[in-house]
């Protein structure tokens, strides 16, 4: 064979295995594309040079390392994602701008916020010095910082203020030396704030209304004993005033029982068929004297077919005593008038009782069933009870599953309301 023939064949040969190794380096080039861009391809069954099957062994099981550590990288995100979703605690992480990067619905809850707010600094989203001192402490000294602080919360017209336990701990790598960001975890302890401190104003309450009787008692038993005894119509007079301020004390304790015993539901319900009509006429008898004496107008007025419910008579009898009693104190001695009502529907029944008193500031509206608190102005001790008749009234609805309130315009009287289910529930 001529050497020119020779020459043309193996430059054809050549060309053709370039073409073919430029075939295998684009199919190299192309699932290299694949994994930079996420979607891990795989390689079909390679075919050629030692060289080409090699590369794609070794791209193949690069392309299935891949996408196992994205397939756990989407389960621990789906884990995280359904753990914080079920926490009612709320959760925030930042990095190290205190730029927030993962809010949980918790906390969107919390602070009503409309949006998510990633992308924003701690004091954009919450507008609170207290929480960006706190986050800036945990970044700069890499320890954690629990810290209780009040916090705005709400948008628009509605903020309200609330009181949080923050927990925060910075994010620093093994290797690091500096917080990468932190996770604050929120807890809202507002309530348990709040039962705090109805508690010790119970107990500031319980001691100044005991000690007040009993200073008076004291005072009165060393005058008689110093001599004032000898003078009977002093005598008389300090053992009266004695007697009244004893019963007090034993209201007082009676109430506190009462109370102790609704709340820890140790005594359980007695139910039984109950018309509150006639118990409101009993109730009525039992006022009758005072009625008269301060010339008090009293009216009821019931929708026809009102019906009997389940209840507890003897607590029915005391919530409605308490009620007629205290609209009764506070109406205007010979003017008075006191309007009791009572309709139905479905869900059960209500009774309002409406008395034409001096009303209620609207500032102390919202406390009137806390135990001993009084309004000052129209309400004190001179007119009697124990400051713990509405309270009792409070348990004893709740008690029966329903539910209590009030309505009052200052200088136009008040209207106190309650509403009982046609088949109430024992206390828990």
Do not use: C
């Amino acid at each position: 064979m001529e050497p020119w023939i020779l020459a043309a064949v193996a430059l054809a040969a050549l060309l053709v295995a370039g073409v073919s190794t430029l075939k295998r380096w684009n199919q190299v080039r192309a699932h290299l594309a694949g994994i930079a861009e996420g979607r891990h391809p795989r390689m079909l069954a390679p075919h050629g040079p030692d060289w080409f099957r090699d590369t794609a062994r070794d791209l193949n099981r690069i392309s299935e390392l891949l996408a196992a550590r994205d397939r756990q990288a989407a389960a621990e995100g789906d884990n995280l994602r359904a753990i914080l979703g079920a926490m009612v605690e709320g959760v925030l992480i930042t990095d190290a701008s205190q730029r927030v990067r993962v809010v949980n619905g918790a906390l969107i809850r919390m602070f009503d916020l409309s949006t998510p707010p990633s992308d924003r600094t701690v004091m954009e989203v919450f507008r609170s010095h207290d929480l960006h001192a706190a986050v800036s402490d945990a970044l700069a000294q890499r320890e954690p910082q629990t810290r209780v602080m009040r916090i705005e919360t709400g948008t628009g017209s509605t903020y309200s203020t609330h009181d949080f336990e923050v927990s925060i701990s910075p994010l620093v790598p093994d290797s690091g030396t500096r917080a990468e960001g932190v996770i604050a975890v929120f807890h809202d302890i507002t309530e348990l704030k709040t039962q705090e401190r109805l508690r010790q104003e119970l107990v500031a309450n319980v001691s100044h209304e005991l000690r007040t009787p009993l200073s008076i008692v004291h005072g009165y038993v060393e005058t008689l004993l110093d001599g004032a005894i000898e003078d009977r119509p002093t005598a008389e007079r300090f053992l009266k005033v004695m007697h009244r301020h004893g019963e007090r004390l034993n209201l007082i304790i009676e109430d506190l029982l009462t109370l102790s015993r609704l709340d820890s539901g140790t005594t359980p319900l007695a139910l039984e068929p109950v018309d509150l009509r006639e118990s409101i006429t009993t109730v009525l008898d039992r006022l009758e004297s005072n009625i008269r004496t301060r010339a008090t107008t009293v009216t009821t007025r019931f929708t026809d077919d009102f019906p009997t419910i389940s209840a507890d008579p003897h607590r029915i009898d005391q919530l409605l005593f308490n009620l007629l009693d205290n609209a009764l104190k506070y109406t205007p001695a010979e003017s008075g008038t006191i309007a009791i009502e009572g309709s139905h529907d479905a869900n059960g029944v209500e009774i309002r009782i409406t008395d034409n008193g001096p009303g209620i500031p609207l500032e102390d509206q919202p406390r009137l069933f806390e135990r001993f608190y009084r309004v000052h102005k129209h309400r004190n001790r001179d007119a009697g009870g124990t400051g713990l008749g509405l309270s009792i009234v409070k348990h004893i609805v709740a008690a029966h599953g329903g539910e209590v309130g009030l309505r009052s315009i200052p200088g136009q009287g008040a209207t106190f309301w309650f509403r009982l289910p046609g088949t109430p529930r024992d206390p828990a």
